[in-house]
């Protein structure tokens, strides 16, 4: 009777080959990092959301945008009151003494605005690029350990010289290992991007949609 091999994970990880382990670490790390990644992410989206629904109330709840600005200050912490802020500094900054607007007033708090959403952006895809990679090159790491693996497994078929199944299977399941960690780090990671891709470009877009119509308003008021 041949002795019962020992097919868990950290009986396989121990067995296999220093490369290979490497590349289970590797793998491991990066899964670890997406998972921290689509965490953070889907808390900063969701308090991102609810931030702009409450100041969305209260930009149209018929309080003078003056005053509202009054309230929130030039530096406020949510990203909706952030874009407003800059649109409002600017429009102040435009104004002279006499109570008219300096030329170009426009321009420049459109631009405002617009700098303010260049760096929610930034913000809200910070480490978006992380999951997109570790969807692409994941399992093709795993590839590289899973053909590692089984070129030593091979390697010691022959030293032994013994094709006994026993013997192969080992070292075939620990390179295989390397492969379904691969893919286990790539899959949630490739999900959770487009996921994440598609909500960053909804609430930037809601961002945009809230400068135009800012922008309108205060087109009004200096063509009055």
Known sequence: ???????????????????????????????????????????????ARSEALAFDSAFWSGEPLDDLFDEIGPAPDGPAQQVFAAGMTEWRRSQRETGDLIAGAQ?????????????????????????????????????????WGIKHAFEQIAIQQNTNLAVVAPGIAEALLATGLGLLAAIPAVVAYNKLSADADRIIGGYESFADEFATILSR????
């Open 221 to 224: 008021q200096l063509d009055s």
């Open 107 to 147: 321009q420049r708090i459109d631009r405002s605005m617009d700098v303010a959403i260049s760096k929610q952006s930034e913000s809200l895809r910070y480490g978006l690029n992380f999951l997109a990679t570790t969807g692409s090159t994941a399992p093709f790491i795993g590839l590289f350990g899973t053909v």
């Open 1 to 47: 009777m041949t002795p019962e091999v020992d097919f868990s994970f950290l009986a396989l990880f121990a067995r296999a080959t220093f490369t290979v382990q490497l590349v289970m670490i590797g793998l491991i790390a990066m899964s670890f990092w997406s998972w921290s990644i689509i965490i953070q992410k889907w808390l900063t989206y969701r308090r």
